[in-house]
């Protein structure tokens, strides 16, 4: 109930009538959802009586990392000098790194240019494990955003990670604002943005990439991270659906027009990959593809690929965008690197080991961001599998892709030394119900669930499966070297009338 009435105050102002100062009883709810969900409601609702609680929230070294990030976006809502206080006061160095990242970014609904210089000296405390890109993002939603944050920056000193960081979290969210580009990169020890190539050098690239580059070195840089080329592209259906579906883009696109995507975006874009900048009556600006509209609400997926509503009441101007792959990603590429990328995309949907897949199997995965113990220390039961998988909840998940291959390289999730244990979960999506056959290729040890029910030990689960969306989980033991992979495909036994689709996406 709480959820709905907050999307009705958020989405179509519409607020509860008579007295809401009650709501702000519900903040000392013990259960962690409800608690949670009263912070938003009492938020979008103005309840200023909640305000007091509010910033004890945001304030309190106890509250869970979610909780004290609602009260402050709470406090942003609500507005006023004490609330703004409040924030500047959670940016100070005795508070935990996190906790100033989100309190610098809420205060950029206050005062901008104060917002720049306190997210300024976050980001010269912040390392190279702190993710700078909330922060960025709520500069790029507010007017003169950027050209703030620049200034600010201009007047501290930032370790080479971080600005390499920011400047990977600027492009993945399709921006390249040249101020703030030129001081990360002057920062980072990078060079600036290059122009566009000419026709001659676009010539020249396409010579090279048929005699030089190589499609499996390709492939790899297109998975490297710092590129997010697989937050906007999906290939085989698996990855964000921001950009073009890429699975076939070699059969049917000449080279240089791929060349000229890559490095000059902004040349050609799709009808329907045209985004839209929306500025609201807040001073907010937000921009992305539109899904649909109403006379009530418009609704956008932006870069990182969430779908954001907007209250048409709220829109005081609308104008076209650029591309939401931004200038100056291959920056961080050699020129053979460059070739080869260009190479693996010219080659999708070609006959070959890049070919369109038709055979079912899993080519998105969902990892565990941070498996509990339960589930790493030693094979979980079955009521840890419900709990902590089945009851966890979609903040608790990243998106993991396979090769075009099919192959998904285990290798990628190492994130510390010796071996360690990784839960993962794909879905299909069911319409008939019947059997369905799950053939696993791995060579490192495995335990598989089904829904929650433990599967028979061995490469082949099978299980008969209603309409409805199902997983199957994993949890792997890879170990500390070697290049182990993992791949299931997914088949109807003999016999079975089962309906089903891969489930793919970011």
Same mark, same amino acid.
């Given at each position: 109930a709480m959820v709905g009435l907050t999307d009705a105050a958020a989405t179509r102002k519409v607020k509860p009538a008579g007295d809401l100062a009650p709501l702000a009883q519900l903040l000392e709810e013990t259960?962690?959802?409800?608690?949670?969900?009263?912070?938003?409601?009492?938020?979008?609702?103005?309840?200023?009586?909640?305000?007091?609680?509010?910033?004890?929230?945001?304030?309190a070294t106890e509250s869970s990392p979610e909780l004290r990030k609602a009260a402050i976006q709470g406090l942003v809502t609500m507005g006023g000098d004490e609330n703004r206080q409040a924030l500047q006061g959670l940016c100070v160095a005795e508070r935990p790194l996190a906790t100033r990242l989100i309190a610098a970014a809420g205060l950029t609904a206050f005062d901008v240019p104060l917002a720049a210089r306190e997210a300024a000296q976050v980001l010269a405390s912040a390392t190279a494990q702190d993710d700078p890109t909330p922060l960025l993002e709520a500069f790029f939603d507010r007017k003169q955003g950027s050209e703030e944050l620049a200034?600010?920056?201009?007047?501290?000193?930032?370790?080479?990670?971080?600005?390499?960081?920011?400047?990977?979290?600027?492009?993945?969210?399709?921006?390249?604002?040249?101020?703030?580009?030129?001081?990360?990169?002057?920062?980072?020890?990078?060079?600036?943005d290059a122009p566009p190539p000419t026709p001659a050098e676009i010539a020249q690239i396409v010579q090279d990439v048929s005699t030089k580059g190589d499609p499996v070195r390709g492939e790899a840089i297109f998975r490297r991270i710092d590129l997010s080329c697989m937050r906007c592209h999906s290939v085989s259906r698996a990855g964000g659906q921001v950009g073009p579906e890429l699975s076939a883009v070699g059969g049917s696109s000449p080279v240089d027009y791929i060349a000229n995507s890559i490095?000059?975006?902004?040349?050609?874009?799709?009808?329907?990959?045209?985004?839209?900048?929306?500025?609201?009556?807040?001073?907010?600006?937000?921009?992305?593809?539109? @899904?649909? &509209? +109403? %006379?009530?609400?418009?609704? /956008? *997926?932006?870069?990182?690929?969430?779908?954001?509503?907007? $209250?048409? =009441?709220?829109?005081?101007?609308?104008?076209?965008?650029?591309?939401?792959?931004?200038?100056?990603?291959?920056?961080? @590429?050699? &020129? +053979? %690197?460059?070739?080869?990328? /260009? *190479?693996?995309?010219?080659?999708?949907?070609?006959?070959? $080991?890049? =070919?369109?897949?038709?055979?079912?199997?899993?080519?998105?995965?969902?990892?565990?961001?941070?498996?509990?113990?339960? @589930?790493?220390?030693?094979?979980?039961?079955?009521?840890?599998?419900?709990?902590?998988?089945?009851?966890s909840g979609p903040d608790a998940w990243s998106g993991v892709y396979a090769r075009v291959g099919g192959a998904y390289p285990l290798a990628e999730l190492r994130r510390q030394p010796g071996p360690q244990v990784v839960i993962l979960r794909g879905e299909v999506q069911v319409n008939e119900p019947g059997p369905l056959a799950f053939d696993i290729t791995t060579p490192v040890p495995f335990?598989?669930?089904?829904?929650?029910?433990?599967?028979?030990?061995?490469?082949?689960?099978?299980?008969?499966?209603?309409?409805?969306?199902?997983?199957?989980?994993l949890r792997l033991e890879i170990p500390a070297e070697g290049e182990p992979e993992l791949r299931v495909e997914i088949r109807r036994p003999e016999g079975s009338t089962v309906q089903f689709e891969v489930v793919g996406g970011a």
């Open positions: 259960e962690p959802v409800a608690r949670l969900a009263a912070v938003r409601l009492a938020a979008a609702c103005g309840v200023t009586s909640a305000g007091p609680r509010l910033r004890q929230l945001a304030q200034r600010g920056l201009q007047k501290v000193t930032l370790s080479v990670d971080v600005a390499k960081k920011a400047l990977r979290s600027m492009y993945s969210v399709g921006r390249s604002d040249a101020d703030l580009s030129s001081v990360l990169s002057h920062a980072a020890g990078i060079a600036t490095l000059n975006p902004n040349l050609a874009v799709k009808e329907q990959y045209v985004t839209r900048v929306f500025e609201l009556d807040s001073g907010k600006i937000l921009s992305g593809v539109v @899904l649909d &509209r +109403d %006379e009530t609400r418009v609704r /956008i *997926r932006d870069a990182q690929g969430k779908t954001v509503v907007i $209250p048409t =009441a709220e829109i005081e101007e609308e104008s076209e965008g650029a591309s939401m792959m931004p200038m100056g990603l291959t920056k961080f @590429l050699t &020129r +053979d %690197e460059l070739l080869d990328l /260009i *190479r693996f995309v010219s080659e999708l949907g070609k006959a070959g $080991p890049f =070919a369109v897949q038709t055979a079912p199997r899993f080519q998105r995965w969902q990892l565990m961001s941070n498996p509990p113990s339960d @589930l790493i220390t030693e094979v979980p039961h079955l009521e840890h599998i419900r709990q902590h998988v089945l009851g335990q598989a669930w089904i829904d929650g029910q433990p599967a028979t030990p061995g490469k082949t689960v099978e299980a008969t499966l209603e309409p409805g969306r199902h997983a199957l989980i």
